[in-house]
Antibody
Framework: EVQLVESGGGLVQPGGSLRLSCAASGFPFDDYAMHWVRQVPGKGLEWVSGLSWNSGIIDYADSVKGRFTISRDNAKNALYLQMNNLRPADMARYFC?????????????WGQGTMLTVS | EIVLTQSPGTLSLSPGERATLSCRASQSFSASLAWYQQKPGQAPRLLIYDPSNRATGVPARFSGSASGTDFTLTISSLEPEDFAVYYCQHGRTFGQGTKVDIK
């Protein structure tokens, strides 16, 4: 079964740090770009960051650039998001999403998300 | 950066009715546009991409079309499980969503 499972969310104080993880299974993880997308409860979707299959291309939303770092470990089928200097505006549910063979395309598989509370 | 504007914000319809959702791009592009469905408490689900191909397992009542910078998601006859929020997406950009609720 194709699956993405996020973990690592929780409560953090403003200015704090947290690392999110996403465990992938059921597909050749190292063939695809991967992304983080977030959603404030009751609001819309916001793309946060993405990286290509080999981490050769990495991109961030302006709102997180310089504070968040995306990475992946293809040997472990894992995606990460290191979040530093967190702000109340970062409070959201963070979804891991599978992309295509190029950096940007559709997001065809999503995890259930992990909630970040900044307070 | 491309801006995607969805309309209407809310669509109130009855089961069996046809739903037409719009997504307008601020400039033309050649790459894919996708539509997602999200139900409360769930992750988004890919419905349509490129812009008229249905994702695996998506019922035939869902269809997508494009005309220049205007994209449309049509649900031919609403089923009870179709009442949800729908987002369009291109690249790093999502539309703000259209909520389809029961009239």
């Amino acid at each position: 079964e194709v699956q993405l499972v996020e973990s690592g969310g929780g409560l953090v104080q403003p200015g704090g740090s947290l690392r999110l993880s996403c465990a992938a299974s059921g597909f050749p993880f190292d063939d695809y770009a991967m992304h983080w997308v977030r959603q404030v409860p009751g609001k819309g979707l916001e793309w946060v960051s993405g990286l290509s299959w080999n981490s050769g291309i990495i991109d961030y939303a302006d709102s997180v650039k310089g504070r968040f770092t995306i990475s992946r470990d293809n040997a472990k089928n894992a995606l990460y998001l290191q979040m530093n200097n967190l702000r109340p505006a970062d409070m959201a549910r963070y979804f891991c999403a599978k992309g295509t063979t190029s950096l940007f395309g559709v997001f065809d598989i999503w995890g259930q998300g992990t909630m970040l509370t900044v307070s | 950066e491309i801006v995607l504007t969805q309309s209407p914000g809310t669509l109130s319809l009855s089961p069996g009715e046809r739903a037409t959702l719009s997504c307008r791009a601020s400039q033309s592009f050649s790459a894919s546009l996708a539509w997602y469905q999200q139900k409360p408490g769930q992750a988004p689900r890919l419905l349509i991409y490129d812009p008229s191909n249905r994702a695996t397992g998506v019922p035939a009542r869902f269809s997508g079309s494009a005309s220049g910078t205007d994209f449309t998601l049509t649900i031919s006859s609403l089923e009870p499980e179709d009442f949800a929020v729908y987002y369009c997406q291109h690249g790093r950009t999502f539309g703000q969503g259209t909520k389809v609720d029961i009239k």
